[in-house]
């Protein structure tokens, strides 16, 4: 898709320069103008007598005056508002002080006949035949709103709200619903079924709602750059226990992916990858670093309960202001604060439990084809029929046989007939028992219990906050299970009238056990591939008993001879011995002074401090196989030939301690004045100052007694030399003691302003410099600044547009801008690893990376064009962007002159772009009696190219299995694969060879290999529906991926096949010349054939024949709640109570007509790696206001 070309440019600049020349048309005579519109009256009489007026913007469409209000001389208010609205069949309704609501005239209600504009009464008794409806109207924030006009029978009856936000209508008894309408407000309707007093939520529209970017609050009127919202009264109609939760599906733009959060696509090859996190106006760091230094950034810590609204900002006007590290986007959390009133108390208990996997989904291969390829091994196998016996030997030697193999053993070694081989092998090929031996006893639901109980009051000078959650969760493996407790508490006080000081405190402790991930017992899968279908792993009483041994003779004797230790193992005693215990403490806590200088100016003072700790206690039980293994890797014979072991005979215990500490300190000037009434002007200019530090320490011990926690000395350097122990297998130990830290500091100036014309023409625009001990020492890099502009247009504002009566809203946008991202483990200066030299007990240093003082931050240039528009009253809302993102100076590998020390490095040498489209849209569909139905669609595009690199691959072998390789022309997200041609009549895999002829020769070119296609969506998107049918709500949200790949997952075609399991599909493998023209599957390759040309591997795991689509539309969340009715909770003595039942994942529909969920699937380098199926989840929940 081609977002820009000349045609449409020009097609876009007719469009603007007639629009404007309507626009002067319509101003150019000012001299002459004898009538003007009715909304210019009244902002004339608001400039003159300091009034306010509430209407909606529809009834005043088309609508003109002779009038003109120059100063008070031209009369009173009310004599004035008869002049202009009686013509046009309008009245005005006093509603407070200077405050007056604008409603047609022949609307009038059966209580009140006021045309006149005095105050507001109603009658206290309904007459006969009708009957009485009182409620109260507040906006979202519970902000009670006067001048609400409420309707009946298409405005026969009607009332307005006073200014408590209260009212009163009389109704024939057979209405229905009653419907409310306010300016700036989506249009609201109230079921009249019940009787009692009700209260009434009134939504804000989209451009009357305020954009929080973590600098300032601005209104969404005037905002000039890209933004998505979702706020806390979409979140609340599902229970969601993760920020990814809650950002998929709810934000075009975002893609959430296999764990990936990704904003407007990736702009980066080797920096920081994910977007920043700001909450409550201060980014937030959740980091650590890896043993050998890896920096992993994780997503913050929050509650999702505590989240009033996410604001994605995504074009370069919206996310500049945070400099160099908004080139990601930035995702903006604004946490829930208290309404004034009563003390607001609610309470919520969940529980949610997931299935066990189905292991059938991985698609094992069954018993019968296990044994045909073992059947095959064994007749095929030119030994067996010249020398059987020293065959089946052999093979015995290599370890115990399974029991197939070992039938057809038997008769090698003349034991038995193949008859009777072979009725056993029937016998077994009935029997798949593994699989559900696994599910049955290792493996079992993951539960999960969330509770959440917030408090909240709010005076006229204070507001405070305290929320706490706890959840406990059930992994899916039998010892697992983590703990968390979170608690955020808020204060907000006007200290005098001029200051005003918030203060606020986060804290997540974390608690959690369970099998070590290194040892693969956490996945479940592992266990798959030990032993094979028709194998059972428990004894005659039913309990997990050892598996088969895969020990050699030869080292079994070995073993006997010398009393080494059993490396049998028992898949239930592993999962106890190697447990893995963390615990962290996540803290936040900031504080922030407003100095009110001025009406329009005042100053900001803020700090906030971050420390996250993770202490991780590994204990490896001696009696682990793992342990097992070590000390006789360490074995050794003394003088008298006894056996001993190098390695102290105990437990080891492995600690690593996380830290991360930061802090930022911003101070700021905020200007906010309007001039005129017509110019408004935004500004504010700052300073920040941020520090964040991360170190890893680690230590790892032996002999360790858990009761005493004492542990035995060791020689580091026998350790790490290492020795050839009794069972033949040298090996090592080294960097028993590891410490790594990483520091990034900044500094940053910054400015933002923003300038509005009489409500309709906004512009603006920013700038930041920013210096940080990530950037080079060169000058030429120092002090470059990032920026943007932008401005907008409300083109439905303008007179030209009042005609167009089914337009409520239209709003043009554009802007461009330079944001940033930088590289947090790379620097100017040479980077290095230090430690000791185990040899030469003197220290060394392995470089990682050499010094580059031109090293600066990678650069993303952005334009966007949007709309905003609302249409058939507001009925239909939506936006609309268009975006190109040029991506500059990224870090990318160089090849380099050799006799600098270095073949290649990390140099600002790569370039991408992504281009993309983004449509949202919001409807009601359908508003009858006591049903409603709400539906939005979310979608985007992106299409991600890469423009420059300096580095290209030597071989094939180098992009056919990898992800992310960065080559000029092509995503970078792409999958290159050989280009299949089929089977050759010797069972070899063919493909397309660099002379355009199909071959199975090896060949190396990098050439010989093709694009396949992006393994990250290009398309995605959301469709969700709510239905509201009295007390019931029904949440209904599919999310969708498209235009992407992922490689199908094929077996191996060589191995020990005899010993372990295997994909299905090798029973269909070649076998005789002529099978190539019925199967596609090569030939199997055995450990006899000695025929070394694994390429043909390659070939065959990686050629486009396995490349699939990875598109699905997948029903992540159904939601059915129930709110108990009024006259229940008076009893129960609640302010509001809610039961909701939900399931996450209940079924997918998938384009790949594999029966794979590509979720699940593998990408580049994971031909063969299918993840566990993702199960669907129940939860049940309970909601409770007090």
Same mark, same amino acid.
């Given at each position: 898709m081609r977002i820009c070309t000349r045609q449409s440019l020009r097609g876009l600049l007719y469009l603007c320069v007639l629009l404007l020349s309507c626009t002067f048309a319509g101003a150019q005579t000012p001299a002459a103008k004898t009538e003007q519109t009715i909304k210019e009256a009244l902002d004339q009489i608001s400039k003159v007598y300091g009034t306010t007026f509430m209407y909606d913007a529809q009834l005043l469409k088309g609508k003109t005056t002779k009038v003109f209000v120059k100063s008070s001389a031209n009369g009173t208010v009310e004599e004035l508002l008869k002049n202009i609205l009686y013509p046009s069949k309008l009245v005005f309704l006093y509603t407070d002080r200077n405050h007056y609501v604008i409603v047609p005239s022949e609307r009038r209600n059966n209580d009140v006949n006021n045309p006149t504009g005095h105050q507001v009464s109603v009658q206290t008794q309904a007459p006969a035949g009708m009957k009485k409806i009182s409620g109260t109207v507040t906006d979202e924030n519970q902000n009670r709103l006067p001048g609400v006009y409420i309707q009946a029978d298409g405005g026969k009856y009607y009332a307005v709200s006073n200014p408590l936000g209260q009212f009163v209508i009389s109704v024939p008894e057979t209405t229905k619903e009653l419907t409310l309408t306010f300016t700036g407000m989506e249009r609201a309707t109230l079921f009249t079924s019940n009787g009692d007093a009700q209260n009434v939520v009134m939504k804000s529209k989209v451009l009357n709602e305020v954009v929080v970017t973590g600098y300032q609050t601005i209104s969404r009127e005037r905002a000039t750059g890209s933004f998505s919202t979702v706020k806390a009264s979409e979140l609340d109609k599902r229970r969601i226990s993760s920020l990814s939760q809650v950002l998929e599906g709810n934000l075009p733009g975002v893609l959430t992916y296999k764990g990936n959060i990704v904003v407007r696509g990736t702009s980066t090859f080797n920096a920081n990858q994910k977007p920043l996190y700001v909450i409550d106006g201060f980014p937030v760091e959740n980091s650590y670093l890896t043993k050998y230094g890896g920096l992993v950034d994780d997503m913050p810590d929050i509650n999702p309960e505590d989240i009033e609204s996410i604001t994605v900002l995504k074009d370069a006007a919206a996310a500049s202001i945070y400099g160099a590290r908004a080139a990601n986007g930035v995702i903006v959390i604004t946490t829930k604060k208290a309404k004034v009133g009563k003390t607001q108390v609610t309470f919520s208990a969940d529980y949610a439990v997931t299935p066990k996997w189905n292991l059938d989904y991985l698609q094992k291969a069954k018993s019968s084809e296990i044994i045909d390829v073992i059947s095959q091994y064994y007749d095929n196998d030119p030994v067996f029929k010249t020398d059987p016996l020293k065959e089946a030997t052999r093979l015995r030697e290599n370890g115990p046989p399974n029991p197939a193999l070992d039938l057809l053993l038997q008769v090698a070694e003349g034991k038995i007939t193949r008859a009777q081989a072979d009725e056993g092998l029937n016998k077994l090929r009935g029997m798949n028992v593994y699989n559900q031996q696994i599910m049955d006893k290792l493996i079992r639901p993951t539960s999960n219990q969330q509770f959440n109980l917030s408090v909240g009051k709010a005076s006229a000078n204070n507001t405070f906050n305290f929320s706490s959650t706890f959840r406990n969760d059930q992994g899916r493996d039998l010892t697992s299970n983590s703990k968390y407790l979170g608690i955020n508490i808020r204060n907000s006080t006007d200290i005098s009238k001029w200051l005003k000081a918030d203060v606020g405190v986060y804290l997540n402790y974390s608690d959690s056990k369970g099998p070590d991930g290194n040892m693969d017992y956490s996945t479940g899968s592992?266990?798959?591939?030990?032993?094979?279908?028709?194998?059972?792993?428990?004894?005659?009483?039913?309990?997990?008993?050892?598996?088969?041994?895969?020990?050699?003779?030869?080292?079994?004797?070995?073993?006997?001879?010398?009393?080494?230790?059993?490396?049998?193992?028992?898949?239930?005693?592993?999962?106890?011995?190697?447990?893995?215990?963390?615990?962290?403490?996540?803290?936040?806590?900031?504080?922030?002074?407003?100095?009110?200088?001025?009406?329009?100016?005042?100053?900001?003072?803020?700090?906030?401090?971050?420390?996250?700790?993770?202490?991780?206690?590994?204990?490896?039980?001696?009696?682990?196989?793992?342990?097992?293994?070590?000390?006789?890797?360490?074995?050794?014979?003394?003088?008298?030939?006894?056996?001993?072991?190098?390695?102290?005979?105990?437990?080891?215990?492995?600690?690593?301690?996380?830290n991360q500490r930061s802090f930022t300190f911003r101070q700021?000037?905020?200007?906010?004045?309007?001039?005129?009434?017509?110019?408004?002007?935004?500004?504010?200019?700052?300073?920040?100052?941020?520090?964040?530090?991360?170190?890893?320490?680690?230590?790892?011990?032996?002999?360790?007694?858990?009761?005493?926690?004492?542990?035995?000395?060791?020689?580091?350097?026998?350790?790490?030399?290492?020795?050839?122990?009794?069972?033949?297998?040298?090996?090592?130990?080294?960097?028993?003691?590891?410490?790594?830290?990483?520091?990034?500091?900044?500094?940053?100036?910054?400015?933002?302003?923003?300038?509005?014309?009489?409500?309709?023409?906004?512009?603006?625009?920013?700038?930041?410099?920013?210096?940080?001990?990530?950037?080079?020492? =060169?000058?030429?890099?120092?002090?470059?600044?990032?920026?943007?502009?932008?401005?907008?247009?409300?083109?439905?504002?303008?007179?030209?547009?009042?005609?167009?009566?089914?337009?409520?809203?239209?709003?043009?946008?554009?802007?461009?801008?330079?944001?940033?991202?930088?590289?947090?483990?790379?620097?100017?200066?040479?980077?290095?690893?230090?430690?000791?030299?185990?040899?030469?007990?003197?220290?060394?240093?392995?470089?990682?990376?050499?010094? =580059?003082?031109?090293?600066?931050?990678?650069?993303?240039?952005?334009?966007?064009?949007?709309?905003?528009f609302a249409v058939l009253n507001d009925r239909l809302t939506g936006s609309l962007d268009f975006y190109v993102r040029n991506s500059t100076d990224l870090l990318a590998n160089k090849t380099i002159d050799p006799a600098l020390g270095f073949t290649n490095a990390y140099v600002n040498n790569g370039a991408m772009r992504n281009k993309g489209v983004e449509l949202s849209l919001s409807g009601r569909v359908l508003t009858t009696g006591d049903f409603t139905w709400n539906v939005t669609?979310?979608?985007?595009?992106?299409?991600?190219?890469?423009?420059?690199?300096?580095?290209?691959?030597?071989?094939?072998?180098?992009?056919?299995?990898?992800?992310?390789?960065?080559?000029?022309?092509?995503?970078?997200?792409?999958?290159?694969?050989?280009?299949?041609?089929?089977?050759?009549?010797?069972?070899?895999?063919?493909?397309?060879?660099?002379?355009?002829?199909?071959?199975?020769?090896?060949?190396?070119?990098?050439?010989?290999?093709?694009?396949?296609?992006?393994?990250?969506?290009?398309?995605?998107?959301?469709?969700?529906?709510?239905?509201?049918?009295?007390?019931?709500?029904?949440?209904?949200?599919?999310?969708? =991926?498209?235009?992407?790949?992922?490689?199908?997952?094929?077996?191996?075609?060589?191995?020990?096949?005899?010993?372990?399991?295997?994909?299905?599909?090798?029973?269909?493998?070649?076998?005789?010349?002529?099978?190539?023209?019925?199967?596609?599957?090569?030939?199997?390759?055995?450990?006899?054939?000695?025929?070394?040309?694994?390429?043909?591997?390659?070939?065959?795991?990686?050629?486009?024949?396995?490349?699939?689509?990875?598109?699905?539309?997948?029903?992540?969340?159904?939601?059915?709640?129930?709110?108990?009715?009024?006259?229940?909770?008076?009893?129960?003595?609640?302010?509001?109570?809610?039961?909701?039942?939900?399931?996450?994942?209940?079924?997918?529909?998938?384009?790949?007509?594999?029966?794979?969920?590509?979720?699940?699937?593998?990408?580049?380098?994971?031909?063969?790696?299918?993840?566990?199926?993702?199960?669907?989840?129940?939860?049940?929940?309970? =909601?409770?206001?007090?």
């Amino acid at each position: 898709m081609r977002i820009c070309t000349r045609q449409s440019l020009r097609g876009l600049l007719y469009l603007c320069v007639l629009l404007l020349s309507c626009t002067f048309a319509g101003a150019q005579t000012p001299a002459a103008k004898t009538e003007q519109t009715i909304k210019e009256a009244l902002d004339q009489i608001s400039k003159v007598y300091g009034t306010t007026f509430m209407y909606d913007a529809q009834l005043l469409k088309g609508k003109t005056t002779k009038v003109f209000v120059k100063s008070s001389a031209n009369g009173t208010v009310e004599e004035l508002l008869k002049n202009i609205l009686y013509p046009s069949k309008l009245v005005f309704l006093y509603t407070d002080r200077n405050h007056y609501v604008i409603v047609p005239s022949e609307r009038r209600n059966n209580d009140v006949n006021n045309p006149t504009g005095h105050q507001v009464s109603v009658q206290t008794q309904a007459p006969a035949g009708m009957k009485k409806i009182s409620g109260t109207v507040t906006d979202e924030n519970q902000n009670r709103l006067p001048g609400v006009y409420i309707q009946a029978d298409g405005g026969k009856y009607y009332a307005v709200s006073n200014p408590l936000g209260q009212f009163v209508i009389s109704v024939p008894e057979t209405t229905k619903e009653l419907t409310l309408t306010f300016t700036g407000m989506e249009r609201a309707t109230l079921f009249t079924s019940n009787g009692d007093a009700q209260n009434v939520v009134m939504k804000s529209k989209v451009l009357n709602e305020v954009v929080v970017t973590g600098y300032q609050t601005i209104s969404r009127e005037r905002a000039t750059g890209s933004f998505s919202t979702v706020k806390a009264s979409e979140l609340d109609k599902r229970r969601i226990s993760s920020l990814s939760q809650v950002l998929e599906g709810n934000l075009p733009g975002v893609l959430t992916y296999k764990g990936n959060i990704v904003v407007r696509g990736t702009s980066t090859f080797n920096a920081n990858q994910k977007p920043l996190y700001v909450i409550d106006g201060f980014p937030v760091e959740n980091s650590y670093l890896t043993k050998y230094g890896g920096l992993v950034d994780d997503m913050p810590d929050i509650n999702p309960e505590d989240i009033e609204s996410i604001t994605v900002l995504k074009d370069a006007a919206a996310a500049s202001i945070y400099g160099a590290r908004a080139a990601n986007g930035v995702i903006v959390i604004t946490t829930k604060k208290a309404k004034v009133g009563k003390t607001q108390v609610t309470f919520s208990a969940d529980y949610a439990v997931t299935p066990k996997w189905n292991l059938d989904y991985l698609q094992k291969a069954k018993s019968s084809e296990i044994i045909d390829v073992i059947s095959q091994y064994y007749d095929n196998d030119p030994v067996f029929k010249t020398d059987p016996l020293k065959e089946a030997t052999r093979l015995r030697e290599n370890g115990p046989p399974n029991p197939a193999l070992d039938l057809l053993l038997q008769v090698a070694e003349g034991k038995i007939t193949r008859a009777q081989a072979d009725e056993g092998l029937n016998k077994l090929r009935g029997m798949n028992v593994y699989n559900q031996q696994i599910m049955d006893k290792l493996i079992r639901p993951t539960s999960n219990q969330q509770f959440n109980l917030s408090v909240g009051k709010a005076s006229a000078n204070n507001t405070f906050n305290f929320s706490s959650t706890f959840r406990n969760d059930q992994g899916r493996d039998l010892t697992s299970n983590s703990k968390y407790l979170g608690i955020n508490i808020r204060n907000s006080t006007d200290i005098s009238k001029w200051l005003k000081a918030d203060v606020g405190v986060y804290l997540n402790y974390s608690d959690s056990k369970g099998p070590d991930g290194n040892m693969d017992y956490s996945t479940g899968s592992s266990y798959l591939n030990q032993q094979l279908p028709f194998e059972s792993i428990l004894d005659e009483n039913g309990n997990v008993t050892f598996m088969r041994s895969t020990l050699r003779a030869v080292n079994k004797a070995t073993y006997d001879k010398y009393g080494l230790f059993s490396v049998e193992r028992n898949p239930a005693q592993e999962v106890r011995y190697n447990q893995l215990y963390s615990k962290g403490l996540q803290t936040r806590a900031n504080v922030k002074l407003n100095a009110k200088l001025t009406k329009w100016l005042n100053y900001d003072v803020m700090f906030q401090y971050e420390r996250n700790n993770d202490k991780s206690e590994q204990m490896l039980d001696r009696d682990s196989r793992y342990m097992r293994n070590l000390f006789n890797s360490f074995s050794a014979l003394d003088a008298k030939g006894n056996t001993i072991y190098k390695l102290p005979v105990g437990n080891a215990f492995n600690s690593t301690f996380y830290n991360q500490r930061s802090f930022t300190f911003r101070q700021q000037l905020n200007f906010n004045h309007t001039f005129n009434r017509k110019h408004d002007v935004v500004a504010l200019v700052g300073s920040e100052t941020r520090e964040s530090k991360v170190n890893n320490d680690y230590y790892s011990v032996y002999g360790y007694d858990p009761l005493t926690m004492q542990y035995m000395p060791v020689n580091a350097s026998d350790l790490a030399l290492g020795m050839t122990g009794l069972n033949s297998i040298r090996t090592s130990l080294s960097d028993l003691t590891k410490y790594s830290e990483l520091i990034n500091r900044y500094v940053s100036f910054y400015g933002n302003a923003a300038y509005t014309y009489n409500d309709k023409y906004m512009v603006s625009g920013s700038m930041r410099y920013d210096l940080s001990n990530l950037f080079g020492t =060169n000058p030429k890099y120092q002090y470059r600044p990032l920026w943007s502009a932008g401005a907008s247009w409300i083109v439905s504002k303008e007179d030209f547009m009042s005609d167009i009566k089914w337009l409520d809203m239209l709003k043009l946008r554009a802007s461009y801008g330079v944001n940033g991202n930088v590289a947090k483990t790379a620097g100017p200066f040479m980077v290095a690893s230090y430690g000791i030299n185990i040899l030469t007990a003197n220290q060394k240093g392995d470089i990682y990376t050499p010094p =580059n003082p031109n090293l600066r931050w990678e650069k993303t240039a952005t334009t966007n064009i949007g709309a905003d528009f609302a249409v058939l009253n507001d009925r239909l809302t939506g936006s609309l962007d268009f975006y190109v993102r040029n991506s500059t100076d990224l870090l990318a590998n160089k090849t380099i002159d050799p006799a600098l020390g270095f073949t290649n490095a990390y140099v600002n040498n790569g370039a991408m772009r992504n281009k993309g489209v983004e449509l949202s849209l919001s409807g009601r569909v359908l508003t009858t009696g006591d049903f409603t139905w709400n539906v939005t669609v979310n979608n985007a595009y992106n299409k991600n190219t890469v423009t420059r690199v300096d580095y290209k691959p030597a071989m094939a072998s180098e992009l056919a299995p990898s992800a992310s390789y960065p080559v000029m022309g092509n995503s970078y997200y792409s999958l290159y694969s050989y280009t299949w041609v089929g089977l050759s009549n010797k069972g070899e895999p063919m493909i397309i060879g660099l002379d355009g002829k199909p071959t199975d020769k090896y060949i190396t070119d990098p050439n010989v290999v093709k694009n396949s296609g992006s393994y990250m969506p290009v398309y995605n998107g959301s469709l969700i529906n709510n239905f509201s049918y009295k007390q019931f709500q029904l949440s209904v949200m599919f999310v969708y =991926n498209a235009g992407h790949v992922v490689r199908y997952d094929v077996p191996y075609l060589n191995g020990s096949f005899p010993f372990y399991s295997f994909r299905e599909g090798l029973g269909s493998a070649w076998k005789k010349p002529g099978d190539e023209l019925v199967t596609d599957v090569p030939r199997l390759v055995f450990d006899y054939d000695n025929t070394g040309n694994s390429y043909r591997n390659d070939y065959w795991l990686y050629s486009n024949r396995n490349i699939m689509s990875a598109s699905y539309i997948k029903a992540r969340n159904i939601t059915l709640s129930y709110n108990l009715p009024k006259s229940m909770l008076k009893r129960m003595k609640v302010a509001g109570a809610r039961i909701r039942f939900q399931v996450d994942n209940l079924f997918y529909i998938g384009f790949n007509n594999q029966g794979i969920d590509p979720e699940t699937g593998g990408m580049a380098g994971s031909a063969t790696g299918r993840s566990l199926p993702i199960m669907p989840t129940y939860n049940f929940g309970v =909601n409770l206001s007090l």
